[in-house]
């Protein structure tokens, strides 16, 4: 495998919790493995009908749940789930539920600066552990400058309609190919894993599309 990463694509969305535990344990996967990786993250709305100043979150919870009391049982068992892979979750922290269209657009930003995962990462925390408001143009600009993004930029560009279409077609070709909840891992384009994986099924599969994509290469280096 030398010289040769495995492409994991992530499709997820910043305001799933899931996403975020999910995110943890691919971390621990690819350390159980050692497989190079490139992970590259994908986006997906669970809710692309929120608008763009997003939803009070109580209100929001309330619709989702069917009631206070349901939301907070589910937030619960998250909470607990999370604690597995050390997040703290802080959902009382958080006022708003966002439209995370701007977030997909710097996350789709942040390729080019080699910042991807790093801002996924803030973006989560900023979200989920420390209740900002990512309905908010100057906290997003904030978050992207807290990962070296240049901000002046990333300002401009949130101004403008730049990637949304092609962030919404990124969208459209997940939920076309079956893609129903996040997060959902697809390994070297071939094999797809839907929901919070454990660290361990999803280390088997980096290592089967490792071994494949390694026996696939073996011919060519004995060709020589």
């Known amino acids: ?44 709305q669970l809710d692309a009908n929120l608008p763009a100043d997003g939803k009070d979150r109580t209100l929001y919870l309330h619709e989702k749940f069917g009631g206070a009391e349901r939301a907070k049982a589910i937030c619960a068992r998250i ?20 439209n995370t269209l701007d977030c997909h657009r710097l996350v789709r ?14 973006l989560f925390a900023a979200y989920f552990l420390e209740g900002v408001d990512l309905t908010l143009r100057d906290n997003l600009i904030a978050l992207a400058g807290d990962v070296g993004m240049d901000a002046r930029l990333v300002a401009e560009l949130l101004d403008s309609d730049a990637d949304v279409a092609e962030t919404q077609a990124e969208i ?32 088997a599969a980096i290592r089967k599309a490792a071994a494949e994509a390694g026996a696939a290469r073996e011919p060519a280096a004995h060709a020589m």
Request: glycine share 10%; charged share 20%; with cysteine.
């Open 1 to 44: 495998m030398h010289g040769h990463a495995l492409t994991i694509d992530v499709i997820s969305d910043i305001m799933c919790p899931w996403c975020f535990i999910g995110k943890r344990r691919l971390e621990e996967a690819c350390a159980l493995t050692g497989v190079p990786v490139d992970i590259r993250w994908r986006p997906f």
């Open 79 to 98: 909470s607990s789930v999370g604690r597995e892979s050390g997040i703290e979750f802080a959902f009382d922290s958080i006022t708003r539920s966002p």
């Open 109 to 122: 930003w942040a390729q080019h600066d080699g910042a991807q995962d790093a801002l996924v990462e803030r």
């Open 172 to 203: 459209e070709t997940a939920q076309r190919i079956g893609v129903t909840g996040v997060p959902c891992f697809i390994i070297d384009g071939k094999y797809a894993l839907m929901g919070a994986q454990t660290p361990e099924n999803l280390a």
